[in-house]
């Protein structure tokens, strides 16, 4: 699903125009954003959890010339899905 389709469904569902239906759905991940880049997690009770995930430095490996190089931490976004998602799917 595309966002264009997310809005879409979103504006049906509700019954929102597209305009605010878009206005809606750029909110809620504009917001999800915004937390993640402060640090914060987000817990959507029944859905997930979107967190901040520490990637420690480590010794990884050219494959041209094999010789070990360092490759630097950092922060990544990441999800995980609630008990309720996790059923649904199943």
Known sequence: MTKNELVERVSKKVGLTKKSALSSVNAVFGNIRD?????DKVVISGFGTFKVRNRTTRTGRNPQTGSSIKIAGHKLPGFT?????KRLIK
């Not at 937390?35 to 640090?39: E, N």
């Not at 899905?81 to 998602?85: D, H, Y």
């Open 35 to 39: 937390s993640l880049a402060k640090g």
């Open 81 to 85: 899905a609630g008990k309720t998602l």
